[in-house]
């Protein structure tokens, strides 16, 4: 049985949708350009082009995953994020757009200088690597608690030809105590309450749940992150952590309390509270 590209489009897409996927259309060209190994022009250049039995036979197969509900990156076994591509597994969040933003603040504050950052809860490494791809003058340091984490972002370092970060297990800042201090800190933490029911739709589902929820209304690393942070920071070093869209308001009061200055939240390009920074002043 053979398919053309404009037919498996316009089917696939329509069966995805009908199962309650907001993503179908990005879904269905995503495999179908994996499956050709060819870039998303390719899809309107040649609609007429039929796929071979074994591209068709190949498409089946990971769409009837993507039917299941698994996430497109962990079909394909990588996800794009910045400039980098990045192997990604079960064991680790997927990297998605919106945390750019926090690649984008970081690298707005880090002083014209050669100067260290820390990755905390770093996963894939997509923040820790993004900040160093751009940054050949500073060191980064991605901690993990998971070994299979450290494991990953270490190949993603090597994979994308990046020397000057690296990875090592520790439970957030436990590992750290002989290292020098930071001019920045940055993390993407678990931060959804655990009765939030979006914890059972869609990608997240097959995500490990230790890297999304937290205590106290998903306010508990970030909690812990504020305690700590100044303790491996640099002067006028700053602190800035990725969080919920309604949860802006209750990090810059946490932080406040803690003695941080300079707070303050930063939107992402949908208008929502995203991501959260402070100075050690």
Not at 54 to 62: G, P, T, V
Not at 69 to 88: C, H, K, M, N, Q
């Amino acid at each position: 049985m053979t398919a053309t590209i404009s037919a498996l489009l316009a089917d696939s897409t329509h069966e995805l949708s009908a199962v309650g996927h907001g993503s179908a259309a990005i879904d269905v060209k995503v495999l179908l350009c994996h499956v050709l190994d060819q870039p998303t022009s390719y899809l309107y250049t040649w609609p007429d082009r039929k796929l071979t039995a074994a591209q068709l036979a190949q498409f089946r197969q990971l769409f009837a995953r993507r039917l299941q509900g698994e996430p497109v990156a962990y079909i394909l076994g990588y996800r794009d994020f910045w400039t980098l591509r990045l192997s990604v597994s079960p064991a680790t969040l997927i990297p998605r757009p919106e945390t750019e933003l926090l690649v984008e603040q970081a690298l707005a504050v880090l002083p014209d200088k050669p100067c260290r950052v820390l990755d905390l809860g770093t996963g894939t490494g997509a923040i820790a690597l993004a900040i160093a791809s751009e940054r050949a003058d500073v060191t980064v340091v991605g901690v993990d608690v998971m070994p299979e984490a450290v494991l990953l972002a270490s190949r993603n370092a090597h994979d994308n030809q990046i020397t000057n970060a690296h990875f090592i297990q520790s439970d957030w800042f436990d590992a750290l105590s002989d290292m020098q201090p930071f001019d920045l800190i940055v993390s993407n933490p678990p931060y959804i309450d655990g009765a939030d029911p979006h914890l059972q739709q869609g990608d997240v589902r097959f995500e490990p749940a230790s890297a999304l929820v937290a205590d106290e209304s998903g306010l508990a690393d970030i909690r812990h992150i504020g305690a700590t942070a100044r303790t491996y920071l640099a002067a006028s070093g700053w602190l800035m952590v990725e969080h919920g869209y309604d949860q802006g308001a209750a990090v810059r009061a946490l932080w406040q309390r803690q003695g941080w200055g300079n707070i303050a939240t930063q939107q992402d390009l949908a208008g929502l509270d995203r991501v959260t920074v402070a100075q050690n002043v």
